[in-house]
């Protein structure tokens, strides 16, 4: 009981903080004894501190309570399809060093190699002792199970213990999890996502998937593949998709599916990467026709499938993130929602709002980053025990 509350008391001055001792005491709902003498416990282990006061009516100012940045620290890792991001954080979640590296294939032995040669990275350039961090996160494609055992269907992995081989070369506790997930993580705790309570966060990018938040939770399913959206049947017997199907949102909208049906009409790029290939593309679109059919038809692709989330979920807010979904949102999020709206049943299509992540691109990173914080939200400040079996 007594860990719970102090569970709690510190997720609330987490996520909610700077907040005074009497405010915690009515959120909580535990006593002004007993929140004082949990919160002394936390300032004593360092994990909390005083972060100055406001006025209080009739007495002495309050004193306000927040999470020391400076506890411990953190790290996440997105594993992409053409790059792997690292990123370290204090608890505040300021970045404090970064490390980007572009990869051809994504193969779970050279997916482990270079997470670890960019953990090490960060920490040194942190100038921080691997026994300050508190865990990484790691965000990947498909669906993670268990251990952090994976199964990602595009990339050809077949249950890769993922987790396991992560730990044969660090001390340090791993979390894996999937990247719309993480992505979800991120825009529900700081970004476009707050304050919704019934959620879908769309990650657009090679590929595509989302989060499902429902009732403020996060759901998973039965064995956590729920949000693979991007494997909703948008066109039957249509377009064949990485995963082995026909006629996926991914294969219409996935920056590698929309290349892929604009050079399949004739269309050339003089971009090789993927990113820039899909900027050029973007940019045609005042000189080139068959680019401008191309992008019109990714926004309607695009635009049913909020609309199938909309009939489905009913959810009171979309976001729309990943770096290819940012780059359409940016240009045409006005089209996108008048075009939903076109799809939706009219009643809930009036109860949602369609917006953009505030995190930018890289927030996929900053969700992974969450996963040993949540850890030691849950554990009420108390470490984990440097284990990763």
């Given at each position: 009981?007594?860990?719970?509350?102090?569970?709690?008391?510190l997720?609330?001055?987490?996520?909610?903080?700077?907040l005074?001792?009497q405010?915690?005491?009515?959120?909580?709902?535990?006593?002004?004894?007993?929140v004082?003498?949990?919160?002394g416990?936390?300032?004593?282990?360092?994990?909390v501190?005083?972060?100055?006061?406001?006025?209080?009516?009739?007495?002495?100012?309050?004193?306000?309570?927040?999470?020391?940045?400076a506890?411990?620290?953190?790290v996440?890792?997105?594993?992409?399809e053409?790059r792997?991001?690292?990123?370290?954080f204090?608890?505040?979640?300021?970045?404090?060093?970064?490390?980007?590296?572009?990869?051809?294939?994504?193969?779970?032995?050279?997916?482990?190699?270079?997470?670890?040669?960019?953990?090490a990275?960060?920490?040194?350039?942190?100038?921080?002792?691997?026994?300050?961090?508190?865990?990484?996160?790691?965000?990947?494609s498909?669906?993670?199970?268990?251990?952090?055992?994976?199964d990602?269907?595009?990339?050809?992995?077949?249950?890769?213990?993922?987790?396991?081989?992560?730990?044969?070369g660090?001390?340090?506790?791993?979390?894996?999890?999937?990247?719309?997930?993480?992505?979800?993580?991120a825009?529900?705790?700081?970004?476009?996502?707050?304050?919704?309570?019934?959620?879908?966060?769309?990650?657009?990018?090679?590929?595509?998937?989302?989060?499902?938040?429902?009732?403020g939770?996060?759901y998973?399913?039965?064995?956590?593949?729920a949000?693979?959206?991007?494997?909703?049947?948008?066109?039957?017997?249509?377009?064949?998709?990485?995963?082995?199907?026909?006629?996926?949102l991914?294969?219409y909208?996935?920056?590698?599916?929309?290349?892929?049906?604009?050079?399949?009409?004739?269309?050339?790029?003089?971009?090789?990467?993927?990113?820039?290939a899909?900027?050029?593309?973007?940019?045609?679109?005042r000189?080139?026709?068959?680019?401008?059919t191309?992008?019109?038809?990714?926004?309607?692709?695009?635009?049913?499938?909020?609309?199938n989330?909309?009939?489905?979920?009913?959810?009171?807010?979309?976001?729309?993130?990943?770096?290819?979904?940012?780059?359409?949102?940016?240009?045409?999020?006005?089209?996108?929602?008048?075009?939903?709206?076109?799809?939706?049943?009219r009643?809930?299509?009036?109860?949602?709002?369609?917006?953009l992540?505030?995190?930018?691109?890289?927030a996929?990173?900053?969700?992974?980053?969450?996963?040993?914080?949540l850890?030691?939200?849950r554990?009420g400040?108390?470490?984990?025990?440097?284990s990763?079996?």
């Open positions: 009981m007594r860990r719970s509350n102090r569970s709690v008391l997720t609330g001055i987490y996520r909610d903080g700077p005074s001792r405010e915690l005491s009515v959120r909580t709902s535990l006593s002004a004894a007993s004082s003498n949990l919160v416990e936390l300032i004593a282990e360092g994990v501190e005083e972060a100055g006061s406001v006025e209080s009516e009739g007495g002495r100012p309050r004193v306000l309570l927040r999470v020391s940045p506890f411990r620290y953190v996440g890792a997105e594993v992409g053409t792997i991001r690292v990123e370290l204090d608890l505040a979640m300021n970045v404090l060093a970064t490390w980007d590296h572009p990869i051809n294939e994504p193969e779970p032995a050279v997916v482990v190699k270079h997470v670890l040669e960019g953990l990275v960060v920490i040194g350039s942190a100038g921080v002792r691997s026994e300050q961090i508190l865990g990484l996160g790691v965000a990947v498909g669906v993670v199970e268990g251990n952090a055992v994976v990602a269907q595009t990339l050809g992995w077949d249950r890769v213990p993922l987790g396991q081989m992560l730990a044969e660090i001390d340090i506790p791993i979390h894996v999890d999937n990247g719309a997930n993480m992505l979800g993580q825009e529900m705790w700081f970004g476009a996502g707050r304050g919704a309570t019934d959620a879908v966060v769309a990650l657009v990018g090679s590929g595509v998937g989302c989060a499902l938040v429902a009732g939770s996060s998973r399913g039965t064995r956590s593949s949000g693979e959206w991007g494997h909703m049947t948008i066109a039957y017997g249509g377009r064949r998709c990485r995963c082995g199907a026909d006629g996926c991914e294969a909208v996935g920056a590698e599916g929309v290349l892929e049906r604009y050079r399949e009409a004739g269309g050339t790029l003089a971009a090789v990467d993927e990113e820039a899909f900027v050029e593309l973007l940019d045609s679109v000189t080139s026709e068959l680019a401008a191309i992008v019109d038809e990714t926004i309607g692709y695009l635009a049913a499938g909020f609309a989330l909309v009939n489905l979920v009913n959810p009171e807010r979309i976001v729309l993130g990943g770096w290819a979904g940012l780059m359409v949102g940016e240009r045409y999020l006005p089209q996108l929602r008048e075009v939903a709206g076109r799809h939706a049943l009643l809930p299509y009036s109860q949602v709002s369609i917006e992540c505030e995190l930018g691109r890289d996929v990173a900053l969700g992974a980053a969450t996963l040993p914080v850890r030691l939200l554990d400040g108390v470490v984990p025990l440097r990763n079996r």
